[in-house]
Nanobody
Framework: QLQLVESGGGLVQPGGSLRLSCAAS????????IGWFRQAPGKEREGISC????????AYADSVKGRFTISRDDAKNTAYLEMNSLKPEDTAVYYC??????????????????WGQGTQVTVSS
């Protein structure tokens, strides 16, 4: 059974950092692009980053560019989202998602078919 499990969320002060993980089971990530999304209370889900199959291409939303870094370790079947200089407006449930792709590029799109259950990130003093 294909499964994605996010972890690493929590409470952090403004300006702090967190590293989210997205562990895959039941399949290998080798031929899957990975996206990170978030949803704040009362707001629509927002795509924030993606990384292509193989990791040669990444993309970021303007809201996180320069502060967040997406990466993947296919040997560990895990993807990561390093979040620095966190702001209160980054507070949300963060989700990872995957889509089968042989392309060496990615798009930040809610059309990814496979989703994790999410992990809460709260940025507050």
């Amino acid at each position: 059974q294909l499964q994605l499990v996010e972890s690493g969320g929590g409470l952090v002060q403004p300006g702090g950092s967190l590293r989210l993980s997205c562990a895959a089971s039941g399949f290998t990530l080798d031929y899957y692009a990975i996206g990170w999304f978030r949803q704040a209370p009362g707001k629509e889900r927002e795509g924030i980053s993606c990384i292509s199959t193989g990791g040669s291409s990444t993309a970021y939303a303007d809201s996180v560019k320069g502060r967040f870094t997406i990466s993947r370790d296919d040997a560990k079947n895990t993807a990561y989202l390093e979040m620095n200089s966190l702001k209160p407006e980054d507070t949300a449930v963060y989700y990872c998602a995957t889509r089968y792709s042989l392309f060496r590029s990615c798009v930040i799109s809610p059309s990814y078919p496979n989703w994790g259950q999410g992990t809460q990130v709260t940025v507050s003093s």
